[in-house]
Nanobody, 120 residues
Framework: QVQLVESGGGLVQAGDSLRLSCAVS????????IGWFRQAPGKERELVAA????????SYAESVKGRFIISRHSAKNTVYLQMNSLKPEDTAVYYC?????????????WGQGTQVTVSS
């Protein structure tokens, strides 16, 4: 089983930036693709960004393309989500998840989530 711990959430104003971190442990980091998901109140969970196990492939939801960047640091076993030009509609709980294949379809291992709130 893979353990994932998110951090970096907070309250910011529209236009600000935040960087979320997802620390991965328990299994070989390089074997897993990682995705960042988010869920806002009353809405379904959506995949925001994903990165393949080797870091060569990435994908983004249309709503965040050009604003968010996903990356991974092998030596730190960590995946980052750099979020720029934040909008109030980015407000949600953000989760990272791991899966042994890319693209992610049904990840089994999830973190506990970190709250991101963007005020207008």
């Amino acid at each position: 089983q893979v353990q994932l711990v998110e951090s970096g959430g907070g309250l910011v104003q529209a236009g600000d930036s935040l960087r979320l971190s997802c620390a991965v442990s328990g299994r070989t980091f390089s074997n897993y693709a990682i995705g960042w998901f988010r869920q806002a109140p009353g809405k379904e969970r959506e995949l925001v960004a994903a990165i393949s196990s080797g870091g060569m492939r990435t994908s983004y939801a249309e709503s965040v393309k050009g604003r968010f960047i996903i990356s991974r640091h092998s030596a730190k076993n960590t995946v980052y989500l750099q979020m720029n030009s934040l909008k109030p509609e980015d407000t949600a709980v953000y989760y990272c998840a791991a899966e042994g294949s890319y693209p992610l379809k049904r990840p089994k291992d999830w973190g506990q989530g970190t709250q991101v709130t963007v005020s207008s």
